[in-house]
C-alpha cells in the first residue's frame, strides 16, 4: 500500500477502541443532555461577551453588551435552577 492511503494500525485500534467505549459509557439522559449543551453555549456566549466588553469603547455599546451579559447569566440561572429541581 502507499504512503498515505489509508490509517496506520495503531489509529484503528484506537478509533475502534473508542467507538467500543462509547458504546459501553452511560447513556444520559436527554432532558439531561438538552440541559448539559444549554450550558455549555451560555458559557461560550458569555466568554465571547466578555472579550468583546473589553474592546469596547463606546458608552451604548458597553451597555448594551452589558445587557446581554445579564441576559445570558439570567438564563443560565434558570437552566441550572432546573437541573436542581430535576434531581430533587
Known amino acids: 500500500m502507499a504512503i498515505g492511503w489509508g490509517k496506520s494500525f495503531e ?24 440541559r448539559q449543551r444549554r450550558l455549555e453555549s451560555l458559557k461560550l456566549s458569555r466568554s465571547r461577551v466578555e472579550e468583546q466588553l473589553e474592546r469596547a469603547v463606546q458608552p451604548a455599546h458597553r451597555a448594551m453588551l452589558m445587557k446581554a451579559l445579564q441576559a445570558i447569566e439570567k438564563e443560565a440561572e434558570a437552566v441550572d435552577s432546573e437541573t436542581s429541581i430535576g434531581d430533587a
Not at 14 to 25: P, Y
Open 11 to 34: 489509529e484503528q485500534v484506537e478509533e475502534a477502541n473508542q467507538r467500543a467505549s462509547e458504546k459501553l459509557a452511560p447513556r444520559i439522559p436527554s432532558a439531561d443532555r438538552v
